[in-house]
């Protein structure tokens, strides 16, 4: 479980092939900030770009860990399988810790697009297409996490090709994770809010009830 306030930013620093076929996944080396991996165990749980993975080794003397992600995981998620990746890291969510952001499961849900992203006065305004599949879980001022950050929906506009999501980025946000590194045309994680999910199975399951008695 995580919060989507990034604890640090990584980078892919290698990416190793765990088989000769599609069918097999790759292992991965991060790089990461001096003194995070300090409090880090093997099989504890980190978030890359939102997609919760599993430590299987670290280097702290090199600030280096690394993680194996299975094809399925790599067809369902952006940019986990190019070097140079810069990520935004978040470790696990402990019982004692504040839960700053929302409630986030690290399953990646969807990819987007990043249709715009420019600055406007001190700001950031960031719109992603989502694939329409996600578009009755978001609504105005409601949570999403891109790329594994807590972002709050400013505006929702239904199309088509998906749903355009509109946000605000703050000086803060852009400085201290790697969503400054996108552009128009970046692909993105994106994970809806866990209570949206429930409330949309509830009132699914209600309908069908009533038509089906």
């Known amino acids: 479980m995580f919060t989507g306030i990034i604890t640090g930013v ?3 620093a290698a990416v190793h092939d765990l088989g000769r076929s599609l069918d097999h996944g790759k292992r991965l080396e991060i790089s990461t ?8 165990g093997l099989g504890d749980s980190i978030a890359l770009n939102g997609a919760c993975m599993t430590v299987t080794s670290f280097n702290t003397t090199q600030n280096l860990f690394t993680i194996d992600i299975s094809a399925e995981s790599l067809a369902k998620t952006a940019g986990l399988n190019l070097i140079g990746t810069v990520l935004n890291l978040e470790k696990a969510l402990r019982a004692n810790d504040r839960l700053g952001g929302h409630i986030v499961s690290g399953h990646v849900d969807g990819m987007g697009v990043v249709s715009q992203f420019e600055q406007i006065g001190e700001s950031w305004l960031l719109q992603v297409l989502a694939p329409p599949s996600l578009a009755k879980y978001l609504a105005y001022k409601g949570s999403i996490t891109v790329n594994g950050v807590s972002l709050t929906v400013n505006q929702v506009e239904d199309a088509s090709k998906g749903c355009l999501v509109s946000i605000n980025l703050i000086p803060h946000t852009i400085e201290n994770t790697a969503l400054g590194h996108l552009k ?8 809806i809010d866990t209570v949206a999910r429930y409330v949309e199975r509830m009132l699914s399951l ?3 009830l009533k038509a089906n008695p």
């Open 10 to 12: 990584g980078r892919i």
């Open 33 to 40: 900030p001096a003194h995070y991996l300090d409090d880090v």
């Open 184 to 191: 128009t045309g970046s692909a993105v994680n994106l994970e």
């Open 206 to 208: 209600d309908t069908s």
